[in-house]
DNA sequence: CTTGACCTGAGGTACGTACCTCACTAGACA
DNA sequence: TGTCTAGTGAGGTACGTACCTCAGGTCAAG
């Protein structure tokens, strides 16, 4: 049988009272008595029975997901995600919620990221840019005991290791990768599109996909990054400009995680010029681009296992473990139509 | 709040004994009265707290994996995500065992099938080749009650919905298309490496990766499969002559999921030909021939995945629920250099 | 020696469910 | 009329932890 309180009080020659104490980190012990305390955990192999704690504790977690108030499929696919979280746990009592942000507005955003409150969130993963006014938020948060992980847009000084996402520069080497062996020796250019080159993970992926290609395709000349700013005209007029002014265009890479637009570009007017299309994240846009054969193939990461993972890291960090880091490594994944 | 068996026994105007021997299928209720119950359920959507109930019950679950005796990398990747496993639910009173069985022997196999009791077990998941004699002890397992699901190897007769791997058809036809893309149109033949070709799984691999050659590929010809039986020498063997036969041989499709030895082999006698090779699953080999180049891709299942997903699955039977399908769906990875 | 701050123990209740015993009732049957 | 039985209710204990109160103890400062 598992040693219980009871036994680790025994082994500890303390009450339950002080187990309590130490456990759950309240104030009046002694610092040798702790230590007692923690070496008889150590002795006996005492691990705290998580299903009676919560169930004691009347109440179990709460998290919030911090999310971009604007944007199309991709952000969609992790609502849903959210919302399948909360099934997937409610028999545990883990609840979790989106709270939206303007990350264009870095004041606003804060201002928001202010307001999560102990009362209403056990802790929170952030998906924001890495601006002065949001690391500033995330460490006052920190400091109000809410535990906070970093989401999909890494923030570069908080703790690498409890963030969720994929490593971007791999992902824009693997872009690079099948980008080369698609296109099959030909000498050409090659386009990139974004939205904005502004944030990191935008970056990272450029520099992976440029890295491979200058190392292993110089046969590919890849063009500067163009910037769509979300904005569908400009991108239609971009796309435009870019294929009459590249007769040897072998392929476009769409950077970005919303891709609808650019691709509803590329179906329009470049159709028949049978170039190799690349674009990241599973989305309906993509799926079905993938189907018609208007995308060579999509880099994507499981918005399933990210929701999860970021509720499974942060459960862990309230109570006081560490998360199983196998489990928790978000893979790059390859898709194309057979394997959609 | 969440609704109570309290509440639910007051809603339905019985005692909590009564709810209780509705809740838990104990005899001794009159249909009308369980009628009752059942639509009080519904009508307050009473949830069981299941935290309680395992607390209560004084023991969680106990799941094994039936799994072949002999098997080389891919096998021990298993073994190792069950002692993961183990370490993930602990805090739930999951514990998760393996169970080895003959694959090569039937009657062996379904013994030690037959042995499997509900004392040990509250449920298996089975990897096993599919003869009538295990889908016999499989029947046989679940009239004594006990949850059984296939794993990784599909039993046709079995509920398909429960099956926890992939869609083989499909992870064929993913690799012929790469296989295709692979070839940049060049003209010249493939072979296929495989144990046996008796298992389904292997077989659907074929097809699909015959129906995608076919169908968008006819510059390649693929030859008939080539059965290694498992046989080191055999396999050195098979794999020179068919590259001394074939002057333009282009690619080497390993079926199977142990590559290790067609993989040294192909190292050996086949690094000068610049051919191109895919292989199943993430091994210690396979990864490694991926980053030395002798693998283009490997086409693989995510084994964490697997065994946490038949977990997952298992004890959602055990508790009378049914799992979140998206969350189950295993995904056909590929993987190369860029992505490990 | 007294005071008070700090530490510790004893004992309780609660969480929501499982599982047990026992008593009671209504109706069937002899 | 008495006996039997299936169905039901009442009440309890237990699981392992959280959280509460209160009583008593130690020890240093005054």
């Known amino acids: 049988m598992r040693p219980t309180t009871k036994d680790l009080a025994k082994a500890a020659g303390v009450s339950l009272a002080t187990v309590d104490r130490v456990l759950n980190g309240r104030s009046g012990v002694r610092k040798k008595t702790v230590d007692a305390v923690n070496d008889a955990i150590k002795k006996i192999g005492f691990e705290r029975n998580q299903l009676a704690a919560t169930l004691a504790r009347k109440r179990g977690y709460r998290f919030g997901f911090v999310l971009p ?16 979280a909360n099934i997937t746990w409610r028999a545990e009592m883990i609840e979790v919620k989106a709270i939206r942000i303007d990350e264009h507005d870095p004041h606003k955003a804060a201002l928001a990221l202010s307001k999560v409150s102990t009362k209403d969130f ?9 601006t002065p006014q949001i690391r500033d938020a995330i460490k006052r948060m920190r400091e109000r005991d809410i535990m906070t992980i970093p989401f999909i847009a890494n923030q570069q000084d908080i703790e690498k290791d409890n963030f969720v996402g994929i490593n971007n520069r791999a992902a824009g080497a693997t872009a690079g990768r099948l980008m080369g062996r698609f296109s099959c020796g030909r000498t050409g250019t090659v386009a990139v599109i974004n939205d904005t080159m502004q944030s990191r993970d935008s970056l990272e992926r450029r520099l992976g996909f440029d890295a491979i290609s200058n190392q292993f395709f110089s046969n590919l000349t890849i063009l500067p990054s163009l910037e769509t700013f979300g904005d569908p005209e400009r991108t239609h007029k971009i796309i435009e400009t870019t294929l009459n002014a590249n007769a040897n265009l ?76 196998s489990q928790e490594r978000i893979r790059i994944e390859i898709l194309i139509a057979e394997n959609l």
């Open 69 to 84: 108030k604007e944007g199309d499929e991709f952000l969609e696919e992790i609502l849903v995600r959210i919302r399948e």
């Open 122 to 130: 056990d802790g929170v993963a952030v998906m924001a840019p890495e």
């Open 250 to 325: 072998l392929g476009v890479y769409i950077i970005g995680s919303e891709a609808r637009v650019p691709l509803e570009a590329m179906e329009r007017l470049g159709h028949d010029r049978h170039l190799t299309v690349l674009a990241h994240e599973r989305t309906p846009s993509t799926t079905s681009a993938l189907k018609k054969g208007t995308l060579a193939a999509i880099i994507t990461q499981d918005t399933g296992h990210l929701v999860r993972s970021a509720v499974r890291i942060l459960r862990a960090k309230c109570e006081n473990r560490s998360a199983l880091a």
